[in-house]
């Protein structure tokens, strides 16, 4: 299993006048408000790092970068702040179709982003709830981090190892193919898998390794095109895992290519 360098922040130690300040704040402030000046101040302080220092993984036609992109204070916090915010799907939204089959979603899914925004895969279709506010300081974490703009999140919720992905290609053609999907982990670090499409089956099957990662909590993923051509990806279960994991993947929708004449119910 490939393990990654962790990134270490400087963090300003002991407390504070300020910190008192930020405490009674809490009380009267919503917390995702207190939550963003925190994270402004915490940045203006730390002087986050351009660029992050990336971790490239490459294979053929795979194009990856890694990071630890948040300390695991700001990952603690955006791991609370979310579970208290995010509204998952529930009823059919739950189900995909595959080979005109219905299955339940193997976890727990939400989709945010700009206005009128559709995210459709497997028979299902998404609609975007508005961003949060802790949603947009991840967002924009990402963008300063990366230099890309995102439009739309997709979240998934994993309580345990027993939930999982399946493999699949992120290669639906609303997707910009040359904005990177950018995937955020939080919470419990979890194994993820890219196998390439010659390596999986058929008469013209070619060896070629799975390329095999750790996710961790506040590590940060691109996945840079042509990857979701060629690689299929996936997040087994691994039954000793009793905690949760919330994974973002941000992208970019592009408004003209959605399959507008399929409305969600
Ligand atoms: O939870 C993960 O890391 C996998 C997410 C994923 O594959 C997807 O959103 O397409």
Redesign the pocket.
């Known amino acids: 299993m490939d393990k990654f360098v962790t990134r270490a922040k400087k963090r300003v130690g002991g407390q504070s006048k300020k910190d008192e300040c930020q405490r009674e704040n809490l009380q009267k402030k919503p917390r995702s408000e207190v939550l963003k000046e925190e994270f402004q101040e915490d940045e203006e302080v730390n002087q986050f790092p351009q660029p992050v220092p990336w971790q490239k993984i490459e294979a053929e036609g795979l194009d990856c970068d890694y990071s630890l992109l948040f300390s695991k204070k700001e990952a603690d916090t955006f791991f609370t702040q979310l579970e208290e915010e995010v509204v998952y799907f529930t009823g059919d939204q739950t189900k995909v179709q595959v080979y005109g089959k219905t299955y339940s979603v193997p ?1 727990k899914q939400a989709t945010y982003g700009d206005e009128g925004l559709m995210y459709s895969f497997s028979g299902v279709h998404l609609s975007a709830r508005p961003w949060t506010a802790t949603l947009e300081i991840i967002r924009d974490a990402v963008t300063k981090a990366t230099g890309h703009t995102f439009n739309f999140v ?1 979240i ?1 919720r ?1 309580k345990d190892g027993h939930d999982h ?1 399946g493999e ?1 290609r ?1 290669d639906e053609r609303e997707l910009d193919p040359s904005c990177p ?1 950018a ?1 955020v ?1 939080l919470g419990a670090a ?1 194994d ?1 898998v890219f196998r390439h499409k010659d390596a999986r089956s058929g008469q013209n099957r070619r060896q070629i390794d799975p390329v095999k990662l750790e ?1 961790a909590h506040g590590s940060l ?1 691109l996945m840079n095109s042509p990857t979701n051509t060629y690689w299929y ?3 087994p279960t691994r039954k000793k895992i009793k905690s949760p ?1 919330i ?1 973002l ?1 941000f992208r970019r929708i592009v408004k003209q290519r959605q399959r507008n004449a399929i409305k969600p119910s």
């Open positions: 976890r997709l998934n994993y992905m699949h992120d999907i995937s982990s979890r993820f996710l993923l990806h996936s997040l994991r994974n993947t």
